[in-house]
């Protein structure tokens, strides 16, 4: 039986500014980054910083999860009562109470929504979780009602309904030689184990690879495993609004879902779409293209990241800095490294003095030394 917990109002208006975990000797405390201001309360350790307002925080070995008010105040949603404490997904996570292991899943105010009796469990991906009593393996849904035996071999959770598993045929030097397929969100095998590797199904195809002696190739099939798009590819990623990256003769380019080419095969190394922009490398530097290939933002760069929240991390002689969308750089390359990044906010550290602090996307500065805050005001008390 779960251990009775008092809750707050569901109805809470927590902060929807950024904080972010900040340690000082061996404690942990929370730090609104827009305000300067240490969060009162010393934790072991902090999870999962956000601009929800909302933290996973341990006490005594035990994770609780903690809101943040507007005012800078906190208050428990549900206290330190967990050994384990997962991230939650579709509204609830997995959690342990005690010594013996043994997992549940909560609600996000901490309700017992599954009761404590699994030997192990996954988080729930589209409605469906996969769970262990003892020997036995099967995945469940929401009201904790068995579905349908976990195959032997199972290695993802659901994407796009279908998950991927795996059967062994053989040895080669000591080591298990396998070939991977598909079940549907009903356990039923619709693409058998007959690919050497494949990736997860999106947009209704998945990249798979014949066995070698029929080319050792990716193409893509639909959900029936009907070949869609021809086995011709080095290597394959999954769609994504429409494309997907593949390489072929050694160079990586862009197909849509017939198959037809979009991006020339050209480019030295993959890529991905964010935010529109996909990084690009030529002559050993690096920019930025949109879908029709067309270079957009020079490639003058020795490393670069994909957009975020309209800006992207950059280098130029192992300094790093932010640029926009217009390739102007909105923080300058003048930092030794980028140690953590939020859509509004990034902790870096300077070069000379290696002071560590936070900035935003227009430079300001927010910045902390030898585990003293440098701009630190009053901390606000509970």
């Known amino acids: 039986m779960a251990t009775k917990v008092n809750v707050v109002v569901e109805e809470q208006e927590w902060l929807k500014e950024w904080v972010v975990p900040y340690r000082i000797d061996d404690k942990w405390q929370l730090y609104h980054v827009a305000s300067g201001?240490?969060?009162a309360?010393?934790?072991?350790?902090?999870?999962?910083?956000?601009n929800t307002g909302i933290a996973f925080v341990m006490l005594e070995r035990k994770w609780g999860l903690l809101g943040i008010k507007t005012t800078l105040k906190t208050e428990f949603i549900f206290?330190?009562?967990?050994?384990?404490?997962?991230?939650?997904?579709?509204?609830?996570?997995?959690a342990s109470e005690n010594g013996n292991g043994l997992i549940g899943f909560i609600n996000h105010l901490g309700k017992e929504i599954l009761p404590f009796h699994y030997s192990g469990a996954s988080k729930f991906q589209e409605g469906l979780a996969s769970v262990r009593i003892d020997k036995e393996k099967f995945f469940?849904?929401?009201t904790g009602k068995r579905l349908f035996d976990r195959p032997d071999g199972c290695i993802?959770?659901?994407?796009?309904?279908?998950?991927?598993?795996?059967k062994e045929i053989g040895t080669f030097r000591n080591e298990s030689i396998f070939h991977y397929g598909f079940i549907d969100n009903t356990g039923k095998e619709v693409i058998p184990c007959?690919?050497?590797?494949?990736?997860?199904?999106?947009?209704?195809?998945?990249a798979v690879k014949n066995e070698k002696k029929k080319g050792g190739l990716f193409g893509f099939v639909d959900k029936t495993g009907k070949e869609i798009i021809p086995f011709i590819y080095d290597r394959a990623d999954p769609f994504d609004n429409g494309l997907a990256t593949v390489k072929k003769d050694g160079f990586w380019g862009s197909i849509d879902r017939t198959g037809k080419e979009v991006l020339p095969f050209i480019f030295n190394s993959p890529y991905g779409f964010d935010e529109g922009l996909a990084t690009v490398k030529i002559a050993g530097k690096k920019g930025f293209m949109d879908k029709t290939g067309k270079t957009v933002i020079p490639c003058q760069y020795d490393t670069a990241h994909g957009f975020s929240n309209g800006t992207a991390e950059v280098s130029k002689n192992k300094l790093y800095g932010f640029i926009?969308?217009?390739?102007?750089?909105?923080?300058?390359?003048?930092?030794k490294h980028v140690k953590e990044r939020t859509?509004?906010?990034?902790?870096?550290?300077?070069?000379?003095?290696?002071?560590?602090?936070?900035?935003?996307m227009e430079n300001n500065q927010y910045w902390g030394k030898n585990g003293k805050m440098l701009k630190k005001k009053k901390t606000t008390k509970i």
């Open 194 to 206: 007959i690919y050497e590797d494949l990736n997860y199904f999106s947009e209704g195809l998945a």
């Open 324 to 335: 926009n969308k217009e390739g102007q750089e909105v923080v300058p390359c003048i930092y």
């Open 79 to 94: 206290p330190c009562l967990y050994r384990f404490l997962g991230d939650f997904s579709e509204g609830l996570a997995c």
């Open 41 to 50: 309360g010393e934790y072991e350790e902090i999870r999962a910083p956000t």
């Open 140 to 142: 469940i849904d929401k």
């Open 343 to 360: 859509t509004e906010f990034a902790l870096v550290e300077k070069v000379r003095t290696k002071e560590i602090g936070w900035i935003d």
């Open 37 to 39: 201001e240490l969060i």
């Open 156 to 166: 993802s959770g659901f994407y796009d309904g279908m998950a991927s598993f795996a």
